[in-house]
């Protein structure tokens, strides 16, 4: 069983809209938490941590849910430039540094 | 700043070939990363070096193997390419916190 889990999508999205998806970890002990969005063919990038308490950041929202074991992201008023597959991250308890990543969900976002 | 850079970006070897993949970063951290990343997959550690003059097995280090040079370069080595090792692969670098920046990748096909 992978330690990260994604839907790969693609979720093809109406530009203006709403959309969110989710990333389930396999691990209860699990620390920290992040988004990362990687272009095609180009390097991931962090878009955003993911705290116990939900964040925001801009159009875009993460919430955290331990007891089930997810996080979710959630992107308001879409841009064509959030194309993009959107990469979930968590790091282990005594692995510092070591990141589990998800194969990543694709987003689409259509004129 | 340059970030994290990476060369070659892109090679073909033959099956039994050696090469070593080059990894530099400006930004004064401690910890460097190797990584690859095959469709489907999520990004998965090969080696890491938690502070110069250290290095750490990841999830898939077999056929591989890393040089700390000093603080600012991480190099990968592969002694007998294998068609396996067909992939895109990833340096990563991080400071005090888990936020890892890559570098642009290099694109390996092993024939």
């Known amino acids: 069983r992978k330690e990260v889990e994604q839907d790969p999508g693609p979720f093809n999205v109406p530009e203006g809209a709403t959309v969110a998806f989710n990333c389930t970890y396999s691990n209860s002990a699990s620390q920290s938490f992040f988004w990362y969005r990687q272009d095609c063919r180009k390097e991931p990038k962090l878009l955003m941590s993911?705290?116990?308490s939900g964040n925001e950041d801009g159009r875009f929202t993460a919430q955290l849910n331990r007891a089930s074991q997810y996080i979710s992201l959630l992107i308001r008023d879409s841009k064509l430039s959030d194309s993009a597959t959107y990469l979930c991250?968590?790091?282990?308890?005594?692995?510092?540094?070591?990141?589990?990543f998800g194969a990543g969900t694709q987003v689409v976002v259509t004129p | 700043n340059a970030g994290v850079t990476q060369t070659p970006k892109f090679q073909v070897l033959k099956t039994g070939q050696s090469m070593t993949l080059q990894c530099a970063q400006d930004m004064n951290h401690n910890s460097m990363y190797w990584y690859r990343q095959d469709p489907g997959m999520g990004l998965r550690l090969i080696y890491y070096?938690?502070?110069?003059?250290?290095?750490d097995k990841g999830e898939v280090p077999n056929g591989y193997n890393v040089s700390r040079l000093n603080k600012r370069e991480f190099s990968l080595r592969l002694e007998s390419a294998a068609p396996s090792q067909t992939s895109v692969y990833f340096c990563?670098?991080?400071?005090?916190?888990?936020?890892?920046?890559f570098g642009p990748g290099t694109r390996l096909t092993v024939l």
């Open positions: 070096s938690a502070s110069e003059g250290t290095t």
């Open positions: 993911v705290y116990s």
């Open positions: 991250v968590v790091t282990l308890p005594d692995s510092w540094g070591k990141l589990q």
């Open positions: 990563a670098s991080s400071g005090q916190v888990n936020e890892q920046f």
